[in-house]
Every structure is written in C-alpha cells, then in structure tokens.
C-alpha cells in the first residue's frame, strides 16, 4: 500500500466514521404516551429506557425520550363519557365517581359528557375544578338505543376535544373513560371483529393520541340484554382499550357491585405514565398511522401502548 491510498483509505474511514452519529439519529421524531404494569400483584417495576424495545413498521426505532409523567411532566385532561342509556343504578356509583374525580393529581384537568345520538355532549366541559366536575354528574336521562352507537360517540369526542388542544397535540396527555356497555347496534347483536365503527374510533383516537379507558355497565332495555350481546359489547372495548394503549374493565357479564377496584387501578396506572419519544423511518410524503410494538426487559413489568403511532411525513415535499 501507497502512502497516498494509506491517507485516503484513513480519511474515508473517519469520514464514515463521522457518517455513524447521523445514520443513528436518522428518522422523524414522534411520540405517544404508554403505561408500565406489573405482570402480576400491585408492586409496579421500575423501567428505565435501556429496557425498552421499540419497533415501528416492524423496523426497529431509536428511543429519544422516557418521561415519567409526573411533577412537573403530570398534564393531563381526562373526559368521563357516559352512555346516555346506561341504567339508573348507576346513578348509585356517582359518590365513588366523585372521589375518584376529585383524588385526581392537582393540575389534572376532568371534563364530563354524555353520549347522545351519536355525539359526545359535554355536561361540563374541561375544568382544573374537580368539584365542578364531579357535581356535573346527573343521571342517565335516554331511553334504549338514545346514545347511537358508542363508538360514534368516542370519535365525536376525540375529533372535537373540548379544549384549546388541537387533535395530535402532546403537549398534555388526553385519556377518555367511557361507562358503557359497549355494544354497537349499528353493526348487528353480536360481536365482528372488523366492526367499521369499531376501527374508525380506535383509528381516530390514535390519530388525536387518545388513550380510552372503559367499564362495562349495561344499558336499559332488552334488545342488548342478552349474554351474547353483552360478550360482544365487552369485546369492543377491549378491542378500544388495546387499540388506544387503555384498559377495559368489566366484572362478568353483570354491572359491577362497585367501580372502586376499577377506578384504583385506573388511578394507579395514571400515575405509571410515560411520554416515550421515538425516531421512526417516515412513512412518505403524507403522515401516517405505523404500527407500533413496545416491548421491556424490566423483570416483573410490561408495557401497555397504542396499537398504532402517528408518524410525520414530509407534507411539504407532497405539495
């Protein structure tokens, strides 16, 4: 070898060396928020971002950000979406709602609705008062079938967000709890899984970066009474809940004997929160729903995430 191929070949490679730090940072930035759980009792793990694994598109994705979303990080705006059909007896779980709305974090805001003819309608709109919020409640008023389908509902909700915040916007994270039985008379008695009402709403929470949360609570009238029925409505919100990154509750296939277990543990997984930023292989010129996976090697932990992440694309370039 030459002196001058010596030089050459040293300064390629400090070249492609200086190439490295570029090619790892490649991607666009984007971000979602996700909820670490513990795999079994209450103790939830620590994780940190060296236990992460990311993919999205099934292309493994850099992890920018892991931030607990507490303190100063803690914003969020929570609606309570209740179906206008629901029965009365609900109305005997209102003083746990109420705890639970005011036990809130402070700076946590709450906004109530109620699902009517297809439309999230909001009885309260989103407030930092948790009081305010809490004696918004009021009884279900519809009669069977009044609410539309569910799932109409939750889009209304997550298009037209009752805040300053537009839809994408992560600047505070944005939760839906739904009370509901679930079940989408548009689309038949039972259960299809590719219910196009279905996917519209988990597709539109995604892209407005929604995570819904449910329980299960059974509507007047019998046309949605029966066991089959009310199985398919409980598998519609867990489709929602898996979807959006929630969690869907329900005790059998009978309105619970209380929501306290279930609002505990919708509390604890408020407060086990994560922003998780990423940098992802863009999608094209237009932005884009991908395919998410998160998965951690944490002993004892898992991670709950939206099925689907929105990912930037060059729009400039496309126009």
């Not at 390629?12 to 570029?22: E, H």
């Not at 079938?145 to 994270?173: A, I, M, Q």
């Not at 709890?177 to 689309?187: K, P, R, S, W």
């Amino acid at each position: 070898m030459t002196k001058t191929q010596l030089i050459f070949g040293i300064l390629l490679a400090g070249s492609f060396a200086a190439t490295l730090p570029a090619l790892a940072q490649s991607g666009t930035p984007t971000q979602t928020v996700v909820t670490v759980v513990p795999k079994s009792g209450t103790q939830t793990p620590l994780v940190t971002k060296e236990q992460l694994q990311v993919s999205v598109n099934n292309q493994h994705s850099q992890i920018t950000d892991w931030v607990p979303l507490r303190g100063e990080h803690a914003g969020l705006q929570l609606v309570i979406l209740i179906d206008n059909s629901a029965r009365a007896g609900l109305s005997l779980q209102y003083n746990d709602l109420r705890n639970f709305i005011q036990r809130l974090p402070e700076g946590a805001e709450v906004g109530l609705a109620y699902m009517q003819n297809g439309s999230a309608v909001m009885a309260q709109n989103i407030t930092p008062d948790h009081k305010l919020a809490a004696d918004a409640l009021r009884l279900p008023s519809g009669p069977a079938g009044s609410s539309g389908s569910p799932y109409f509902c939750l889009s209304s909700l997550v298009k037209n967000w009752p805040s300053g915040n537009t839809p994408g916007d992560t600047s505070v994270r944005r939760e839906v709890l739904m009370i509901t039985d679930g079940v989408d008379l548009y689309n038949g008695r039972g259960y299809d899984p590719s219910d196009p009402y279905v996917d519209a709403a988990i597709t539109d929470a995604q892209r407005a970066g929604v995570l819904v949360h449910s329980i299960f609570y059974k509507n007047v009238g019998r046309i949605d009474n029966g066991e089959f029925t009310q199985t398919g409505g409980q598998s519609y919100l867990l489709q929602v809940a898996a979807g959006t990154g929630g969690r869907a509750y329900w005790q059998g296939i009978g309105n619970p004997v209380s929501l306290v277990p279930f609002l505990a543990d919708l509390q604890t997984r408020l407060a086990n929160q994560y922003e998780l930023g990423i940098l992802a292989a863009k999608p094209g010129n237009k932005t884009a729903l991908q395919p998410l996976k998160v998965k951690t090697t944490a002993p004892g932990a898992k991670i709950d995430a939206p099925s689907s992440i929105v990912v930037p694309g060059n729009e400039s370039a496309s126009r």
